[in-house]
């Protein structure tokens, strides 16, 4: 009586649950295989699961502008996929930036045109206040108060202007009465002149 022979070992399927990637159950799906078994199913699956990424980023209107940039018209290596999608960053990045930069400029024009809204609002109501006229309070009169007269004094009239000295002639000698008669008493060179013609020719007369 012979042995009974050892149980056959089960094959297992090393692609099975490998479907479970979306991205490949929808390319199982698109291709028709129902099991994966193969190395050349796993092939066929891979190149529809790359074709399928290809069509979808292309639907991107950002990816077809990356690839336009980069002059790349027929995808189909992962490696172009890599550059292209390195592309739409920079484009991505580049866009915020502008985008960026024209709200701050937007924002400062904004802020400029009001600031010149207000100043000129401002203007106005100063012409305004300036143009209004003027409440001066009437006020009532001070009385006049004068200053008393003074009472203006009688003229006094004016002094007599000094009259120049007049000096008399002196009188004659024998006029002339002194108590002493040996004073010698000097005559003006006129008066003696006049004594001399009195007595000229007299002399005869005399004893």
Known sequence: MSSPSPPKARKVNPYQGINANPEI?????????????KNKHLAKINEQVFK???DDAMGDKYFRRAARDLDINNIDKQSEMD???AQVDKNTYESQSRDQQKQLEEQYE??????????KTQQKLMEEMMNQPVYMPKQQQMPVVQAPRRQQEPMLP???PNTPMSIAAPPAPE???TGNRMAIIRSPKSIQARSRRATRGTSSLRN
Do not use: E, H, S, W
């Open 158 to 160: 004016a002094p007599a």
């Open 25 to 37: 159950f929808r390319a199982q799906q698109q291709l028709g295989i129902n099991k994966i078994k």
């Open 83 to 85: 550059r292209i999608y």
């Open 52 to 54: 399928n990424r290809v």
């Open 110 to 119: 904004r802020m400029r045109a009001d600031q010149l809204a207000d100043a």
């Open 175 to 177: 006029l002339t009465n």
